[in-house]
């Protein structure tokens, strides 16, 4: 090693723990069989999506009215309804705090 040459990452020894886990990959067990995550996922979206639905329909918002109301744009409060996009836990902090209500009941599959 000449003064000034970097080493490579696989001299210095950087990467060499780091892989790059696939979690589409992963699998839960449940009775009823095996569900990818991606598929549960998907399920989460879709329950949060209806719920947030529910809940701005039930207090008589549009979604622009409810997306400003929870400091969040339109076009996410949109993608979150579809089931598009997924809501950080900031968001789901906002959302509950815009609409008043429990942060649980969005992810509560028993209302919509």
């Not at 839960?28 to 598929?39: D, L, V």
């Not at 529910?54 to 579809?82: D, F, N, P, V």
């Amino acid at each position: 090693m000449f003064k000034g040459q970097k080493k490579s990452k696989k001299e210095s020894g950087i990467g060499k723990f780091r892989k790059k886990q696939d979690y589409r990959s992963c699998t839960k067990t449940e009775k009823s069989g095996t569900i990818t995550i991606s598929e549960e996922r998907k399920v989460l979206r879709a329950v949060f999506g209806m719920n947030l639905k529910y809940h701005r329909t039930r207090q008589g918002l549009t979604q622009e009215e409810a997306a400003a109301r929870c400091k969040i744009s339109s076009e996410y409060w949109g993608k979150m309804e579809r089931g598009a996009q997924a809501a950080t836990v900031d968001t789901i902090e906002k959302v509950s705090v815009g609409l008043n209500i429990n942060a649980r009941d969005l992810f509560n599959e028993s209302i919509s």
